[in-house]
C-alpha cells in the first residue's frame, strides 16, 4: 500500500505535552514565569529624537515630501495628519448621496413652484381686474357730466359760462375712455410652461368689453366736439350788428373796414368747419350765407354813401333773416344731435356698469 503523507502537526499539538509530562524534555515556561523573566530583563535607552527625526525627514525626502499613513484597509493616504483614504465602500456611495441631494432639492424646487407660481399668476389676474375695475368706473362717472355738456351745446338758451366748461368735460370724457381702451390691449403677463393661465385668461370677455366702451366713449367725445364746434362758431359768424341807415363820410369809411375785417373771419370760420352728415345742412348754410355777405357790404356801403336809408334798411332786414334762417338751421341740428346721443351716453353707462359687475374676482 502506498504509504500515507504524514499530516502537519497543528500549532500547540506537536505532542509536546505527553514528553514533558514523562520528563524527556525540559518544561516550557508558564505565563508566571515568562512575565518574571520580561521583568528580569534591562529596558533598552529611549531612541534619539535628533534621529528620529533625521530618519523621519530622509523618509519624507525619498517619498516626495508627502507623509502616508495606513488606512482602515491598509490603503497608504496622500494626506497628511491622519487624513484616511475612503474606503471602496465610500467611494461607492458618495455618488448615490450627490444624486439623492439634487433629486430632493428638486423635488422641493418642484413643490415650490407648484404652489408659490400659481399664486402668482392668480395675483398678476386680481391686481389687473382692479385696475380694469379702476378704469371702467371712471368711465361710468364721468357720464353724468357728458349729459350736462350734451345740454349746454343743444340748449339755446343756456348761458356763455357753461358753455365754456363744455371743453374740460369733452376732454375728461376722451382721456378716461382712452385709458380704458389701453388698458383692455396691454399684452397680459406671460406664465411660465406647466403653469395655468386660467386666472389671466378670464380676464379675456372684460377686457373685449373694455375695448369697446373706450371706443364708444371717445366717439361720443368727438361728436359732442363736433356740436360743440359748430355752436361757436356759428355764434361768432357775422359778428358786426350796429348797422346803421346812415352814417357820415367818416363812420362809413371805419363801417368799410369793420365789415371787411369781418367778412374775412367769417370766410376763414366757415371754411374750418369739420364736415359732418349731422351738420350738412348748417354747413351748406353757413357757405352761402358768407358767399352772400361780400356782396352785401358793397350794396350796403353804397346806399350809406348815396343817403338810401330806405334801400340800406332792406339790406339790414336781409341780413338779419339770413341770420335767423341759420340760426333755424343750427337749432334743427343741434335738437337732433340730442335725441342721438342722450340714448347712446344713457346705454354708455349701463354697459359699463354691468362690465363692472362681471370683472372676475
Known sequence: MPKKPAREHLPGNDGRWFLELVGVVEPSLESTDTYATLEGLVPPPAPDDTSTLSAAAT????????????????????????????????????????????????????????????RSVAAEADELAAEYRVALTNLRNELPATQLALAAITDTVTSDDEVAE?????????????????????????????????PLEALGPTRSTMTI?????????????????????????????????????????EMSLALATDLADTGRLV?????????VVVREGAVAASQRYATWQIEYLEALRAGDSSRASELIAERGAALAALNEILSDAMIAMRLALDPIIVELAGETEAAIGLIPG
Open 271 to 279: 371754411a374750418e368747419l369739420p364736415p359732418d352728415a349731422g351738420f
Open 59 to 118: 523618509a519624507a525626502a525619498v517619498n516626495g515630501g508627502l507623509q502616508t499613513e495606513s488606512g482602515p484597509n491598509g490603503e497608504l493616504s496622500p494626506f497628511g495628519g491622519g487624513t484616511q483614504v475612503p474606503s471602496g465602500r465610500a467611494r461607492r456611495r458618495w455618488p448615490w448621496l450627490v444624486s439623492a441631494t439634487l433629486i430632493a432639492v428638486l423635488v422641493a424646487l418642484g413643490a415650490y413652484g407648484a404652489y408659490v407660481l400659481p
Open 166 to 198: 363744455v371743453p374740460a368735460a369733452i376732454a375728461r370724457l376722451n382721456t378716461v375712455s382712452g385709458l380704458t381702451t389701453s388698458q383692455a390691449t396691454i399684452p397680459l403677463p406671460e406664465t411660465l410652461p406647466l403653469i395655468s393661465a386660467a
Open 213 to 253: 366702451l373706450g371706443a364708444s366713449g371717445r366717439d361720443l367725445a368727438a361728436r359732442l366736439g363736433l356740436g360743440y364746434t359748430y355752436r361757436t362758431t356759428m355764434e361768432s359768424l357775422f359778428a358786426v350788428n350796429a348797422l346803421p341807415t346812415s352814417a357820415s363820410d367818416t363812420a362809413i369809411t
